[in-house]
């Protein structure tokens, strides 16, 4: 591993692939990290190792990815998989952990590409074992070509609910039901929204395709379910829901939950870079310009990290940020950019107009942000909404007070999980908007270290830089 | 909880849960070789002691934490299964062992 790179990217998926890539063609000194053990992120996961027929089944939006995976491999640039990013410090020293070793690499520009998260979806019962999010279930037919046993029933919102419960049916797994609990009027909000999402006609055509073929297959669908609880003693057993009909019970021994994907902020809350709150996609992110510059001029967010716009989107978010890394470091001038920049920055655009459309159409209902009383928000701390609310009435007003308080956030999930949810039930207890409640403080590590790798990173590394955290 | 589309593809790869014998395919992650064996819960929590299973397979949730060869509190969707892997699944609070040598 280079001991500096000029350009240091984070997340080796649809964003860190191009941007990476892009960055070794420019000449610069190219360095990619990701967890994972191959390139792909979330949505090519597995894109290098997949066999042809689960590729084939998977469908040509999947297989892109292939191409951002081989243009990589072809470059200049370093790639280091199995490798955990678990701080960055003022200098942009980034020290990571592979195989038990941690180690410093230092960056002059950053190109952070975590990526998006699923966005909890907390209704009673959804600690049981057999309740998981969607893109979970994708990630097995991704990752070992397994798709649930038994009884599987979706519930919540998203293009992703409806193109999982797509994949799972057509791979053969017994799917029993698609709750929805997107309403007629979620459906009217995004009405205004079509003229503009027609100029994305292919998401169109494939979310129309999409419902065909649910409806073909005769699966139980329910639209403007409320009140979803996950009942079961050891394990899941059912999903109770209400309908306009009233209660129903619905068997499942898998459920699979989805109100959509938001930008993972763990890595830009700890750099400390100023985020802003999305009111459209009722998520927090970080404050980018068009080349994804941060509000630390040194370091670029890239992909659905910085907003959520999908692959095609993060892919062009990519190599606009490696650009915008080349001018900064001097590699190309600014007119370089905007030539080379101009036909990409379009290229998002265009995949763009789909976005108002879902935003509004799948909005996640306020119902499912705050839960009722019982419900357990912070699964590692095993903290209840009641208790959050609890906590209000003693003057708990943000989410690091209740932390403090419950050890709410506090468990091996650091907060990503339970973070936005506790935020929410704050927000409505003490009628203040999110940018009031904000959101947890994020330390190092970003991941559980050992000790041990810490001790001797210490010991090899002479020179250790200021700490920005406070 | 979860099944093979094609259960012969992909090599075999033996590894042992909580002192058994599981097979696994290559490629797979621990957590996918646990959900596909039928191992569920993982865990149960050290705070009300409820059962838990994977929930995100993507490294955040650390819903699906394993020792895995000695090593505690591993998240299980990041691994890869090997060969002779040694695999329990957690079940109590851990408590810190101290050396009574003196």
């Known amino acids: 591993m280079h001991a500096e790179a000029d350009v240091l990217v984070i997340g080796a998926g649809a964003a860190g692939m191009a941007a990476a890539a892009t960055a070794a063609e420019l000449g610069l000194r190219t360095v990619v990290l990701d967890e994972q053990g191959a390139p792909g992120g979330q949505i090519y996961r597995g894109i290098t190792a997949v066999t042809a027929q689960m590729a084939e089944r998977l469908g040509p939006d999947y297989r892109h990815g292939r191409t951002l995976a081989n243009a990589l491999s072809a470059s200049a640039a370093s790639v280091q998989t199995d490798t955990t990013v678990w701080d960055v410090d003022a200098a942009l020293n980034v020290a990571t952990l592979c195989d038990g070793v941690a180690r410093q690499v230092r960056a002059r520009h950053l190109i952070v590409a975590t990526g998006a998260i699923e966005r909890a979806v907390p209704v009673p019962g959804w600690t049981l074992p057999g309740v998981m999010f969607a893109g979970a279930a994708q990630l097995m037919l991704k990752t070992a070509s397994s798709v649930p046993a038994g009884r599987v029933v979706l519930a919540g919102n998203g293009p992703l609910l409806l193109l999982v419960a797509n994949q799972l049916l057509e791979a053969g797994a017994d799917v029993a039901a698609l709750v929805e609990t997107t309403r007629t009027a979620d459906m009217l909000a995004g009405a205004p929204h079509l003229p503009r999402a027609l100029g994305a006609f292919g998401y169109l055509a494939k979310g129309v395709a999409m419902m065909r073929t649910l409806r073909r297959a005769r699966v139980l669908w329910i639209t403007g379910a409320t009140g979803l609880a996950v009942i079961g003693e050891q394990r899941a057993e059912a999903l109770q829901v209400q309908t306009a009909r009233g209660s129903e019970r619905i068997e499942a021994d898998v459920v699979l939950l989805h109100a959509g994907v938001i930008p993972n902020t763990q890595l830009t809350r700890l750099m400390r870079l100023e985020h802003v709150w999305d009111e459209t996609q009722v998520s927090w992110r970080p404050r980018v310009d068009a080349w994804g510059r941060s509000s630390d001029e040194r370091i670029s967010i890239a992909g659905d990290g910085a907003g959520i716009g999908g692959a095609r989107v993060a892919e062009a978010g990519g190599r606009l940020a490696a650009l915008d890394a080349a001018t900064a470091l001097g590699r190309i001038d600014v007119a370089e950019r905007g030539r080379r920049g101009a036909p990409l920055l379009a290229e998002a655009h265009r995949h763009l107009r789909i976005r108002p459309m879902l935003d509004a159409m799948y909005r996640p209902p306020h119902w499912i942000m705050n839960p009722p009383d019982e419900t357990i928000v912070c699964r590692c701390e095993e903290v209840t909404a009641g208790e959050i609310r609890r906590m209000t009435k003693l003057g708990c007003r943000g989410p690091n007070q209740t932390k403090f308080f419950s050890r709410c956030g506090m468990g091996p999930c650091q907060g990503r999980i339970c973070g936005p949810v506790v935020a929410a039930i704050l927000a409505a207890e003490n009628r203040l908007s999110p940018q009031e409640v904000g959101a947890y403080r994020i330390r190092p590590p970003l991941k559980p270290v050992p000790l041990a790798a810490i001790a001797t990173l210490a010991a090899t590394d002479g020179t250790p830089e200021p700490s920005r955290k406070t | ?102």
Do not use: W, Y
């Open chain 2, 1 to 102: 909880m979860f099944k093979r589309l094609t259960p012969t593809e992909g090599a075999p790869v033996d590894v042992e849960v909580d002192g058994e014998r599981v097979t696994a395919r290559a490629g797979e992650s621990v957590a996918a070789a646990l959900l596909n064996a039928g191992r569920v819960p993982l865990r149960h929590t050290p705070i009300s002691g409820a059962p838990r299973a994977p929930v995100c397979m993507m490294g955040v949730c650390f819903e699906c934490l394993v020792e895995i060869d000695g090593m505690p509190n591993v998240q299980a969707c990041m691994v890869p299964v090997r060969r002779g892997m040694r695999i329990r699944t957690q079940h109590e609070t851990r408590r810190v062992e101290v050396d009574d040598a003196r």
